[in-house]
Every structure is written in C-alpha cells, then in structure tokens.
C-alpha cells in the first residue's frame, strides 16, 4: 500500500497544556478499511477526540477509545478511509510545553489484517517558538597543549623533535598485555608501528621507547618523557603504564612533523571515572559498545556501567530463564513487548549472549576498564514479568499505579517467593559471568501505588520501619556481599536502610550525592544537569534530545565540580568519581550516537582524571580544536563546536 501519510499538527503549546492534530491521509486509490492506528509518542494522551473524515478539525464529533502502553499510543478506528480522503484526531495532553521536534510522535504504522502498513511522517510545527537561547559555545584558537584530560604536571623542555612518518617505535615488550594495548594504540594513530626493539637496527627517523617500573608513583599514575629520538614511561601499575601510551597516542594523533621535548607526570584525581550505556531502550550492536570502550580509554574513562535490562528490553542472556531473551529482548507487533520509541512494527532488538559478554569483558580488561552490569529492579522490569508471568506476577495484586514511562505492570512484587527466586539466580549467573566487585540493580522511580493491595506484600513480616522495597534491596545486599560483590543503585537505594558498603550513583543533582556521602555511603556523582548525554545540547528546536533536566552544551558539561567544602575531609573521600550517562530513547543510529557523545565525553573526562587547580574551560577549548581534527579523520559525527573569530 502506497501513499499513506500521518500528519501531525501542533495546535497548542503551552504548559500544561497541549494540543496536537494527528491525520490520515489516504493519497492511494485503494480504501482503508477499518484497523488501527499505532504511533509512538512521548507524551501521555489525556484525551482523544475524532473528527469527521473529510471535514473541518473543529467538527469534534466522538471520543474513539485508545490504549498507550509506554510511549506506544493505539487509536482503533470503524470508518474507511477513502481514495483522497483523511481521518483526523485531536490529541490532548497536559505536560511540559513541546520544544524540539524530537518531543514529538516518531513513527507510525497501520495495522489491519494481521499486516502493518509504515506511514510516511509529516510534522507541522510553525507555531513552536525558540526558548530564550543560549549562547553557542565556541572553541578558542588551537595551542600547544593537547592532551586530554589534563595532566598533573606538564614541562616543556626547549627542544623540538622532527616524527617521520610512517613513524616506527622501538621498544621491549615481552608480555600479552603490552602487546596487546601497543596495537592499540597502533589502530588509533595510522601510521604508527611499534617494533621489538631487538628486532633490528635503528633508523634514522625511529624513537626508542623504554618502560621502567617505579614503585613511588601512585596506583595509576605515570610520567612520561620525550626527548630527542629516546622516550620513557615510568609507571607503577598496569593501568598507569597504558595510560601513559594514551597519552603518547593522543600527541601523536594528527600525524604532527615536530612535536615538543617534555616531561608529563600525571595520575587522576578519582578513582572512578564512568561511563554508562543504556542498551535497553535501544540495542546497541557490539562493534558500537567496542568503540565506545575505544574512546573511553582513549579519555582515560575506567568504568562502564551497562545498562542491560529495562522496561523495554531484557538483553543479557540468563541460561536458567532463556525466556528472558527469547520474549523480552525484541518488540514488534504481535509480540508480548509492542514498538517504544519508534522502532515500529517489525521484530527488532536482540540480546547479548553470555559468549559475547566475555568478548566484551576482555577487550575492556585490555583497555583497564571495568565492566558494571546494572540488572534494574524492581521497577522498570515490564521486560522481565511479560518473559515470566508466571513467576513474577501475582494474579490478586490489584494495585494500580502509573510509572514515570506510563507503564502499569514494569514492577516486581517483593513479596513472591518466586521473584527473590528468579532475583537471586540471575544475580548468580551474572556474578560468574562478570568479574567486576560491583553490581548495580538499578532502584530508580518505583512508582506510588504498588503493592497495595498485593496479598503477598501484606503478608511479608517487615514491620512498620521498613518498606517492602527496603525488604527487597536488604535481602539482595546480604545476597551479593555473601558472593563477594557490592550493591550499587541509583540515589533511591539511600533511602532503604542499607549497610554502608552500598554505592550510590546520584543523578538529581550535586546535592544528592552530597547528602548521601553526609550519610556515609560512597557516592558516584552522575548529575543530569551535567552528566546526561541524553539531553540536548541547546534550546533550538532542530537539536535532538531530551530538556527535563535542561540542555548542556559543552561549558555546563565542563564547569562542576563533583566534591564541595560542606563535607568534612572523610565525607569528601566518600566521592569516589563521576559518571556520564547516555540513556539511549532517541539513539537510534551511529550518526545520532556519537553527536550526543562528543564532545561532551571529553568535559566529563577532565572532570574525572584532572585536579580542580587544572581544570580551566577556556584552555580546554584550545586543546579541543586538536581532537576535533582527529575525529574527522576518524569518520565520527560529532557536534563540530566553530571556532571563535577575533
């Protein structure tokens, strides 16, 4: 079927309150007889209202019933359509003012006759306005300094040293590791070969690199000297001397004829430096999660928080439920998961087996990453319960409740055996699987109203000081820490009474984080007004992303700070680091994958490794103008910032 279109008008736009047309239009020769319209919105649909085929928009006739499960909106529809005709709604909701067209329904499709039909989307937006803007950031003129994050301890010596290209260094390297991390680096700089340095005589244009081990510098630390056509790298740990050949790779990265004799000694100011990936919303293929690890070690990043399981996807294999996989991790039509966020009516999604889970364990081991798996309960687990209903349901909770998604059923009841059950075994494949000290199980945005009228819940002997929430998140610290792990959570897991061995990743705000180390737990600061690459990086309506926690350009992603002198000397020893996050809604390709990325990675990687005293936005700036000319060699699609003129 050919030449069917839905347009969506905006016709009101304000707060609390908007109002938007949404038409079919039927350009084919063929009727449209009835079946049902499904659109993907990001919205919640307050009321619907038809208006009749062919006639004006304010000739509002019925209110047709519709469902929304998610962001997935069903309107069931009696009339036929005719050749050259249109069908018309007026949708009705009451949220937050539209202000980009990523706000707005991103796909659509009929279905009828157990057979989807794609409908071409038109947006009509002439009434959304500009938000008060925000000044476009820009880069300041290139300088000598390029390395990023900033180093501890950067010195010039007077001397200039000519690099032929190809360029070719020699050096002992006598283990895997090594070798492995030198071809590396290799990939990341063409032109670039490192050679065993008894494997023949020195060229004129070769650099002889040596490693020597030096106890007295911290766990990471390094220094690293150039001079003339003999380099060092002095180093204390493994990850200390791989950083040092970032480093080296990042001077090296536009192919320079000359480069400065220096001497860096370096070594982060956190220990945690994250980056996390949701895979749920989205699946992300494994040669995207690749190069992301790529570019975190690259920004000398240590930690990726993968996101793994949400409402709309379960997509880590668990051997004792292959239903989770087999159900939960794809969405289409006729499936127990429908389309969310646009990805339409066909099967999509996919999962990640427990053999390509160790590939991706391994290749972050290489790069002295640490892999955190987040298994998010228990809301946000609708993937889960449609896979194992009869596990994870109780068929005589008749609570109702509305999560942040507008889902009614993404929560696990506590008070089943069978959920603590299904927990505690996936807890333990995921326990032999990744080898990492932390497992983070989510705990975000459970919403009012769960379990209240859950029989099993009621039963449960937790007295009145503890919720049935609390109930759970103690009983799986207690199972986790008996395995030699450590209960991670969102900022809501503070609130549950559990021991201090839990690690907090605070997302509201700087605040939270600081109130939950006043409280003695360790504190990952992820704040979206900073750390969400999900947002848009400003107020025009073209960019895409997301604005609840305002937008963030590349300055505000750069200029805060994750500790404050309000904490005592031992509280502020409780920030363990920061992380950023790129929730994934609206990441559908590459392309959009990497523009959210960079150059924002980067801010929030000299957040991370370099020391307060040396962190200055506007040398940032200067040194960004050398990555950016690297990434355009490199193919990535960043957000190209222009470079300030005067």
Same mark, same amino acid.
């Given at each position: 079927?050919?030449?069917?279109?839905?347009?969506?008008?905006?016709?009101?736009?304000?707060?609390?309150?908007?109002?938007?047309?949404?038409?079919?239009?039927?350009?084919?020769?063929?009727?449209?007889?009835?079946?049902?319209?499904?659109?993907?919105?990001? =919205?919640?649909?307050?009321?619907?209202?038809? @208006?009749?085929?062919?006639?004006?928009?304010? $000739?509002?006739?019925?209110?047709?019933?519709?469902?929304?499960?998610?962001?997935?909106?069903?309107?069931?529809?009696?009339?036929?359509?005719?050749?050259?005709?249109?069908?018309?709604?007026?949708?009705?909701?009451?949220?937050?003012?539209?202000? =980009?067209l990523s706000d707005f329904p991103s796909s659509s499709y009929l279905n009828f006759e157990h057979k989807q039909v794609q409908l071409v989307m038109e947006l009509n937006v002439e009434i959304l306005q500009?938000?008060?803007?925000?000044?476009?950031?820009?880069?300041?003129?290139?300088?000598?300094?390029?390395?990023?994050?900033?180093?501890?301890?950067? $010195?010039?010596?007077?001397?200039?040293?000519?690099?032929?290209?190809?360029?070719?260094?020699?050096?002992?390297?006598?283990?895997?590791?090594?070798?492995?991390?030198?071809?590396?680096?290799?990939?990341?700089?063409?032109?670039?070969?490192?050679?065993?340095?008894?494997?023949?005589?020195?060229?004129?244009?070769?650099?002889?690199?040596?490693?020597?081990?030096?106890?007295?510098?911290?766990?990471?630390?390094?220094?690293?000297?150039?001079?003339?056509?003999?380099?060092?790298?002095?180093?204390? @740990?493994? @990850?200390?001397?791989?950083?040092?050949?970032?480093?080296?790779?990042?001077?090296?990265?536009?192919?320079?004829?000359?480069?400065?004799?220096?001497?860096?000694?370096?070594?982060?100011?956190?220990?945690? &430096?994250?980056?996390?990936?949701?895979?749920?919303?989205?699946?992300?293929?494994?040669?995207?999660?690749?190069?992301?690890?790529?570019?975190?070690?690259?920004?000398?990043?240590? &930690?990726?928080?993968?996101?793994?399981?949400?409402?709309?996807?379960?997509?880590?294999?668990?051997?004792?439920?292959?239903?989770?996989?087999?159900?939960?991790?794809?969405?289409?039509?006729?499936?127990?998961?429908?389309?969310?966020?646009?990805?339409?009516?066909?099967?999509?999604?996919?999962?990640?087996?427990?053999?390509?889970?160790?590939?991706?364990?391994?290749?972050?081991?290489?790069?002295?990453?640490?892999?955190?798996?987040?298994?998010?309960?228990?809301?946000?687990?609708?993937?889960?319960?449609?896979?194992?209903?009869?596990?994870l349901v109780e068929a005589q909770d008749q609570s109702t409740y509305q999560s942040v998604q507008f889902y009614n059923d993404n929560v696990l009841n506590p008070g089943l055996t069978s959920t603590l059950?299904?927990?505690?075994?996936?807890?333990?494949?995921?326990?032999?699987?990744?080898?990492?000290?932390?497992?983070?199980?989510?705990?975000?945005?459970?919403?009012?109203?769960?379990?209240?009228?859950?029989?099993?819940?009621?039963?449960?002997?937790?007295?009145?000081?503890?919720?049935?929430?609390?109930?759970?998140?103690?009983?799986?610290?207690?199972?986790?820490?008996?395995?030699?792990?450590l209960l991670a959570g969102w900022e809501e897991i503070a609130h549950h009474q559990l021991d201090t061995s839990a690690i907090v990743y605070a997302w509201n705000g700087i605040e939270v984080g600081l109130?939950?180390?006043?409280?003695?737990? &360790?504190?990952?600061?992820?704040?979206?007004?900073?750390?969400?690459? $999900?947002?848009?990086?400003?107020?025009?309506?073209?960019?895409?992303?997301?604005?609840?926690?305002?937008?963030?350009?590349?300055?505000?992603?750069?200029?805060?700070?994750?500790?404050?002198?309000?904490?005592?000397?031992?509280?502020?020893?409780?920030?363990?680091?920061?992380?950023?996050?790129?929730?994934?809604?609206?990441?559908?390709?590459?392309?959009?994958?990497?523009?959210?990325?960079?150059?924002?990675?980067?801010?929030?990687?000299?957040?991370?490794?370099?020391? $307060?005293?040396?962190?200055?936005?506007?040398?940032?700036?200067?040194?960004?103008?050398?990555?950016?000319?690297?990434?355009?060699?490199?193919?990535?699609?960043?957000?190209?910032?222009?470079?300030?003129?005067?």
């Amino acid at each position: 079927m050919k030449a069917l279109r839905l347009n969506v008008t905006l016709l009101k736009n304000e707060i609390g309150e908007q109002e938007l047309s949404i038409t079919l239009i039927n350009d084919s020769d063929a009727v449209i007889k009835p079946m049902s319209l499904h659109i993907d919105v990001a =919205r919640w649909t307050d009321s619907l209202e038809l @208006s009749q085929p062919n006639r004006g928009i304010e $000739d509002k006739t019925e209110s047709p019933v519709f469902s929304q499960i998610g962001s997935h909106l069903v309107i069931p529809f009696t009339q036929s359509v005719t050749s050259n005709s249109s069908l018309c709604w007026r949708l009705l909701t009451r949220q937050a003012a539209y202000l =980009r067209l990523s706000d707005f329904p991103s796909s659509s499709y009929l279905n009828f006759e157990h057979k989807q039909v794609q409908l071409v989307m038109e947006l009509n937006v002439e009434i959304l306005q500009d938000s008060p803007k925000i000044e476009a950031c820009k880069l300041k003129p290139a300088g000598r300094d390029i390395i990023v994050p900033e180093p501890a301890k950067l $010195d010039y010596i007077e001397q200039t040293i000519v690099i032929t290209w190809p360029l070719r260094i020699l050096c002992e390297s006598n283990e895997t590791l090594l070798d492995q991390q030198l071809a590396w680096v290799s990939r990341q700089n063409a032109g670039l070969t490192f050679c065993n340095s008894d494997a023949g005589k020195v060229g004129n244009g070769d650099i002889l690199l040596s490693f020597e081990y030096d106890q007295s510098l911290e766990t990471e630390g390094y220094t690293l000297e150039l001079q003339g056509q003999n380099w060092h790298i002095a180093w204390s @740990s493994e @990850s200390g001397r791989f950083y040092a050949l970032v480093s080296l790779s990042q001077l090296l990265m536009n192919q320079p004829d000359v480069i400065e004799a220096q001497l860096i000694q370096d070594c982060p100011r956190y220990d945690y &430096r994250g980056q996390m990936l949701d895979c749920a919303r989205h699946f992300q293929p494994l040669n995207r999660i690749k190069m992301l690890l790529d570019w975190m070690a690259f920004y000398k990043l240590n &930690r990726f928080h993968w996101h793994l399981t949400d409402d709309e996807a379960w997509r880590l294999e668990i051997k004792a439920y292959p239903q989770l996989c087999e159900i939960g991790a794809w969405r289409g039509e006729g499936l127990a998961l429908c389309s969310q966020f646009g990805s339409g009516a066909g099967k999509s999604g996919g999962y990640y087996t427990q053999a390509e889970v160790s590939d991706i364990l391994s290749y972050a081991a290489m790069l002295q990453i640490e892999v955190i798996p987040e298994i998010d309960i228990p809301g946000h687990a609708r993937a889960a319960i449609l896979a194992l209903p009869e596990l994870l349901v109780e068929a005589q909770d008749q609570s109702t409740y509305q999560s942040v998604q507008f889902y009614n059923d993404n929560v696990l009841n506590p008070g089943l055996t069978s959920t603590l059950e299904f927990l505690e075994t996936v807890l333990d494949e995921v326990c032999v699987l990744f080898p990492s000290s932390v497992i983070h199980l989510g705990g975000d945005e459970v919403p009012k109203g769960v379990w209240q009228h859950s029989p099993a819940v009621s039963e449960l002997a937790i007295g009145k000081q503890k919720t049935a929430e609390s109930y759970l998140f103690q009983h799986l610290q207690q199972h986790l820490n008996q395995r030699q792990r450590l209960l991670a959570g969102w900022e809501e897991i503070a609130h549950h009474q559990l021991d201090t061995s839990a690690i907090v990743y605070a997302w509201n705000g700087i605040e939270v984080g600081l109130e939950c180390a006043n409280k003695g737990y &360790r504190v990952v600061q992820c704040p979206a007004q900073h750390a969400y690459l $999900d947002m848009a990086w400003d107020n025009s309506p073209l960019e895409p992303g997301f604005h609840w926690a305002g937008t963030i350009n590349l300055k505000q992603a750069y200029e805060w700070q994750a500790r404050d002198s309000s904490l005592s000397q031992a509280q502020q020893a409780l920030i363990i680091g920061t992380q950023s996050q790129l929730w994934s809604e609206l990441i559908t390709t590459k392309e959009r994958f990497e523009y959210m990325v960079f150059p924002r990675v980067c801010a929030n990687a000299e957040v991370a490794w370099s020391l $307060d005293t040396k962190q200055n936005y506007l040398h940032f700036s200067t040194k960004l103008n050398h990555h950016q000319q690297y990434w355009k060699s490199r193919d990535i699609q960043a957000k190209y910032l222009e470079l300030e003129k005067g």
